[in-house]
């Protein structure tokens, strides 16, 4: 479990942490703090309103993974795995639930009974259809007070601060 600040400090908690550690930057720690912070409240947010409609996290990005996938076959769970970037073991365990709820199936390749394919049903196309609705116009209102100009440059910085990301 992460712990994350529901206050961010005063500007001189992170004057008074270079004193501790001459090293640092302040403000590069706020940034920091402030990505956290914003990250842990995004994650609760959507968790809220994933659970009004009886979904979890994991189980709506693997629905909008398939949902979206070029392959009309559908996807391997390995692929799915790696696109979400969780162990196999995770992932047997959200198709198990998805397959219970009646939303995905497991259909075997036709070659090699090895393989199997994961696919939405009907059902699941209709909750990403009914859900995405809801969590893009959500999405939308949310950004409708940030400018294009804004945007793009916090994707820009954002993308750099993914690159730059020592904790990798």
């Given at each position: 479990m992460s712990l994350f600040l529901s206050k961010l400090p005063e500007k001189e908690f992170y004057q008074s942490l270079s004193k501790t550690f001459p090293c640092i930057d302040p403000s590069s720690v706020e940034t920091?703090?402030?990505?956290?912070?914003?990250?842990?409240d995004l994650d609760k947010g959507i968790d809220q309103f994933l659970q009004s409609h009886s979904l979890?996290?994991?189980?709506?990005?693997?629905?909008?993974?398939?949902?979206?996938?070029?392959d009309p076959e559908g996807l391997k769970s390995i692929t799915l795995a790696e696109l979400?970037?969780?162990?196999r073991g995770n992932m047997t365990g959200l198709l198990d639930g998805l397959e219970e709820a009646g939303l995905v199936v497991r259909v075997s390749d036709s070659r090699d009974r090895r393989i199997a394919y994961i696919q939405l049903t009907k059902k699941g196309r209709d909750t990403v259809t009914k859900v995405g609705a809801d969590y893009f116009k959500r999405v939308c209102k949310m950004m409708s007070r940030v400018s294009e100009k804004e945007k793009s440059s916090m994707n820009k910085s954002l993308e750099k601060m993914n690159e730059l990301m020592a904790f990798k």
């Open positions: 920091l703090l402030r990505l956290r912070k914003l990250a842990a979890l996290s994991g189980r709506f990005s693997v629905l909008m993974q398939l949902a979206y996938a070029k979400l970037g969780v162990t």
